[in-house]
């Protein structure tokens, strides 16, 4: 495996650790599937701007900006 095989597949996984993490994030459902599979196909196009939106909602309180729905749970 050469260093830009390498390089793509370490970049899928990030993009699919960060799609799932979305997706448990916004607790499944429509919009959570949707900003996952953004996330995936889109990467930072996407995921930049929405968690960016995440951090001014959440007050930049970073444990609701990783738990999303799961906060106080």
Sequence with gaps: MDWRSQF???LLMH???L???VCWREGG???GYVAGVSCVVWGGMFSFPYILYLGWKAGG???RVLLG???GR
């Design 8 to 10: 793509n597949a370490d």
């Design 15 to 17: 993009l699919i650790l």
């Design 19 to 21: 799609g799932t993490w």
């Design 29 to 31: 459902g429509a919009w």
């Design 61 to 63: 309180r970073l444990d």
């Design 69 to 71: 729905v799961h906060h």
